[in-house]
C-alpha cells in the first residue's frame, strides 16, 4: 500500500471537516514521530511470536509497511 493512495485518498472515518489528521500532522511537522508511533503499535501488537499470526497480523504488518514508506518518502 504506497503512502501517496493513503494520503492523497484518505479515509472518510478520519476527516474532520474535510481534513485528514495526517496531513494535520505533516503540517505541524510531526508526521515522523507520528508515523513511527504507529510502527511502534502495530509491531507490539504482535510481538508474541509466529504462532499468533493470523489476518489481523498481516493487516498491521501492512500498515508497519505503510507508516515505514511515510519516513522513506520524507527522507528521499
Known amino acids: 500500500m504506497p ?3 493513503k494520503e ?3 479515509s472518510k472515518y478520519y476527516k474532520t471537516d474535510g481534513v ?3 496531513d494535520l500532522y505533516r503540517d505541524g511537522g510531526m508526521l515522523q514521530d507520528f508515523a513511527l508511533a504507529n510502527i511502534i503499535k502495530y509491531a507490539f501488537r ?4 509466529a504462532d499468533r499470526l493470523s489476518n489481523k497480523t498481516v493487516q498491521d504488518m501492512n500498515k508497519v509497511i505503510h507508516y515505514a514508506e511515510i519516513i522513506k ?3 528521499e
Open 73 to 75: 518518502k520524507m527522507l
Open 46 to 49: 504482535n510481538r508474541r511470536g
Open 20 to 22: 485528514e489528521p495526517i
Open 3 to 5: 503512502p501517496d493512495n
Open 8 to 10: 492523497t485518498n484518505g
